[in-house]
């Protein structure tokens, strides 16, 4: 089994920056790929961002190439997403999976709210 946690969420004006961290425990030694999905009212979770056990290979969702970036330190056992010029286009809950060749877990999500 493998706990997720997201942190880092809330309210930031359109144009700011915003850090929201997922941070594993359990059997962390069994995830192979980790990632970001968001859902906004209304829609379905759609997949932004996602990084390999390594960090070395990473995808990001087109819309938000050049103002997202995702990363790992793996001594925290901690993948971030770093949300430069946000929009109110990417308000939404955001939500960290964790892919291992079971199971994928979902941790309980993130509220992040962009103001015009």
């Known amino acids: 089994q493998v706990q997720l946690v997201e942190t880092g969420g809330g309210l930031v004006q359109a144009g700011g920056s915003l850090r929201i961290s997922c941070i594993a425990s359990g059997r962390t030694s069994d995830v192979h790929a980790t990632g970001w999905f968001r859902q906004a009212p209304g829609k379905d979770r759609e997949f932004v961002a996602a990084?390999?056990?390594?960090?070395?290979?990473?995808d990001l969702k087109s819309s938000v190439r050049g103002r997202f970036t995702i990363s790992r330190d793996k001594l925290k056992n901690t993948v971030y997403l770093q949300m430069d010029n946000l929009k109110p286009d990417d308000t939404a809950v955001y939500y960290c999976?964790?892919?291992?060749?079971?199971?994928?877990?979902w941790g309980q999500g993130t509220q992040v709210t962009v103001s015009s």
């Open positions: 999976a964790a892919r291992s060749l079971a199971a994928t877990y």
């Open positions: 990084i390999d056990w390594t960090g070395s290979v990473t």
